[in-house]
Each structure stands twice: as structure tokens, then as C-alpha cells.
């Protein structure tokens, strides 16, 4: 049970599960740059706007976008920018 | 910022680089993040940004021709996104991802669909993706299922203290019924999950039991503001289901599950 004191960090198993099948792809961008073929590389727009669709699908769209203001408010507004988090170590 | 003798590896006029290198690529971000000085990615390579317009990627250089895989680089890999998560956008790259240089960055990744990376990178703001795992405790979710299901009993009864080579159609039999019982009890232990997620997101994605045992595993996008409420959430199933279910909540990541990668074709 590690719930009580708040997430726990990923396993090697979940960053596995997670990394190497999920994500977006560019290796058809990468052959396509190597080969020299002015061809629009297919894929990558679907994707996005696949994704970015199963989102807009979303009744929480408003609140979302409203929390993003009220997280951009907090770091600072526009003009701040934002810093990386520290990369977290895993003893 | 750039010191004359970085200039002349970084910069590519005519199109041949002397020495070999690449730039794994992390993920795509607003182009107002910015690395922390010391932020090291793959090989403690140093983490930098590529910018065009209002995105930007995250990079760091890489050699070509080192090995990558090891369990270290998939945690630096997994590291710098999801430690991005937590402050801002993230769309992560799936691990693996290098391109020749940073003018590639641009010309081959950012600048063709730009717009659709600015907003889903806006879709995502203030959200971060969490994992909501649960697996079976085998002795418990065993003696359930025998409980429940009188035939699974009898065999089971048919089973003790017998020599083994009498028992292997009623084992095979048991282990039928055990096998269909978890699926069945898979859906509806993942299906209350859903509903007591419900009043947080209602987007999610169930994956696939990657065990026997894996009674839930499903991905959602939350505020980061709420997650609070989503730890009380899923401490409140691990409570119910006590030494039935062990529930982990693993988070803030960037949102793998939420960005789709077609099948390529063919």
C-alpha cells in the first residue's frame, strides 16, 4: 500500500510498460531525412490530432483549460518562464 | 552562451559534420520551459532546449554509435519527462528517438505540424498523466473465486491428497475456471475504479493485463492541482480492498497513454 503517503515513483517494470510502446514515433521522420524524399511523412499529423481529439472529446475541456490559466498564473504569468523539474533520483 | 569552440561542432553550414553525433529527442514542450542548469538526460548528457515558435523540443546530444537501452538510459529517458510533467505540458517521444542535429529538430519534427503540437501542448495544460495499478493478492483472489464457485471447489476438493498424475484433467479444469474468474473479476474491479475516478477525469485509458494478476491498470489525466483528491480516491479502493487488491497510484507522468500513434501501415 503506498497510497497513504502519496504516489509511488515508477518501477523499472512501469517505465518499461510505459517508454518503449507508447509515446509518439519519429522514426519514419528520421528515414525519410536520411533518405533525402521530399514526401510528406505520414503518421505524425493523424496522430496529434488524434489525440488532441480524444481530448477535445472531453466534457472537462473548459475546466481544464481553466486550470491551465490558473497553473500559468501561479509560475508567474506568461512572462516567467518555467524551469524543469529536478530530474528525481531513484535509490 | 556558446563558447567558439562549440560553434564549430554545432553548426552545420554546409551540411557535413566532422564529428558524429546526434540529438535524442525527449519530448515536445512550450517553448517557456526551460531546463534547470544541471538537468542531465541519456548518458548525463546535458538537457537543452530547440525552439521554434511557441514550442519547443527537449533534447540532449547523444553518440550515435554508444549502445542504448540500458535500464539507466530508459529511466533518464522516463526521469526527464516526468519530472517535466509536474510544471508544465509534455508530449513524450517514445523511447529511441534521434535525429542527425538540431536543425533536424526543427525541420523534420517541429515545424510541419507545429500548430498541432501547440495545441495539444494546450489541451494538456495544468493536467498530468497518472497510472492507477492494482494487482490481485493471489491467496486471497483464490480462495474468492473457490468460494464462489461450487465446482471450482469440488475440484479443488478432488484435488487434495491425491498423486498428481491422477489429478491433471481436474487441475487443467481449475485452472480454466480461475483464469475466467480473474477476467470476469478484472472488469468489474476496473470498472468500480472507473466510477470512483469518474468525478475527477472522465479521461482515460484501460490498458491491457500485462499478468494474470493485474487486476486494474488504467491511465488517466488530471489536474496536478487535484491530485490530492486522486490519492484520496485511490486510498480510499486500497482500503476497501485491504489484502484483496494491492493499489499503487504512480505519478505525475507525462501522458503516453494520451498521445496516439497510429499502426503504421501495411
Known amino acids: 500500500m503506498t497510497t497513504a503517503g502519496g504516489p509511488s515513483s515508477s518501477s523499472l517494470a512501469d517505465v518499461i510498460d510505459t ?7 519519429i522514426d519514419a521522420y528520421v528515414r525519410v531525412s536520411l533518405v533525402g524524399i521530399g514526401s510528406e511523412p ?3 499529423s493523424d496522430l496529434v490530432s ?27 504569468g506568461s512572462g516567467s518562464e ?10 | 552562451m556558446t563558447s567558439p569552440e562549440d560553434t564549430e561542432t554545432d553548426t552545420d553550414d554546409d551540411g557535413a559534420t566532422v564529428e558524429a553525433s546526434g540529438i535524442y529527442v525527449y519530448g515536445i514542450v512550450p517553448a517557456d520551459v526551460q531546463p534547470e542548469d544541471d538537468a542531465t538526460g541519456i548518458h548525463d548528457a546535458p538537457i537543452e532546449i ?6 519547443a523540443a527537449l533534447v540532449s546530444e547523444i553518440d550515435p554509435g554508444r549502445r542504448l537501452g540500458t535500464p539507466a538510459d530508459l529511466r533518464a529517458h522516463a526521469d526527464i519527462l516526468d519530472g517535466t510533467s509536474h510544471v508544465a505540458p509534455v508530449l ?14 526543427i525541420n523534420e519534427l517541429l515545424a510541419d505540424h507545429g500548430d498541432a503540437f501547440a495545441s495539444a501542448l494546450n489541451e494538456l495544460e495544468g493536467c498530468a498523466q497518472y497510472l492507477v495499478k492494482g494487482r490481485y493478492v493471489e491467496e486471497t483472489i483464490i480462495r474468492e473465486i473457490v468460494e464462489e464457485n461450487p465446482k471450482a471447489s469440488t475440484l479443488l476438493e478432488s484435488i487434495r491428497d491425491q498423486p498428481e498424475e491422477l489429478t491433471r484433467d481436474a487441475r487443467t479444469a481449475l485452472g480454466e475456471i480461475i483464469g475466467h474468474a480473474l477476467e470476469a473479476k478484472r472488469e468489474t474491479d ?4 472507473l466510477d470512483a475516478l469518474s468525478p475527477l477525469t472522465d479521461i482515460v485509458t484501460v490498458r491491457e493485463p500485462t499478468h494474470d494478476e493485474d487486476a486494474v491498470q488504467i491511465a488517466v489525466l488530471v489536474e496536478v492541482d487535484r491530485q490530492d483528491e486522486l490519492e484520496q480516491t485511490v486510498g480510499d479502493l486500497a482500503a476497501r480492498w485491504d489484502d484483496r487488491i494491492t493499489m499503487r497510484l504512480v505519478g505525475p507522468m507525462a501522458p503516453y497513454d494520451f498521445v496516439v500513434t497510429p499502426k503504421p501501415e501495411g
Open chain 1, 82 to 91: 518555467r524551469e524543469l523539474a529536478p530530474r528525481r533520483s531513484h535509490t
Open chain 1, 42 to 44: 505520414k503518421g505524425l
Open chain 2, 92 to 105: 513524450p517521444l517514445r523511447f529511441g528517438a534521434v535525429l542527425s542535429d538540431r536543425d533536424a529538430v
Open chain 1, 50 to 76: 488524434g489525440g488532441t481529439e480524444k481530448i477535445a472529446k472531453s466534457k472537462t475541456k473548459g475546466a481544464l483549460e481553466s486550470a491551465g490559466e490558473k497553473l500559468g498564473d501561479l509560475l508567474g
Open chain 1, 19 to 25: 517508454i518503449l510502446d507508447k509515446g509518439l514515433v
Open chain 2, 50 to 55: 530547440v525552439t521554434h515558435g511557441e514550442i
Open chain 2, 190 to 193: 476496473t470498472g468500480t475504479t
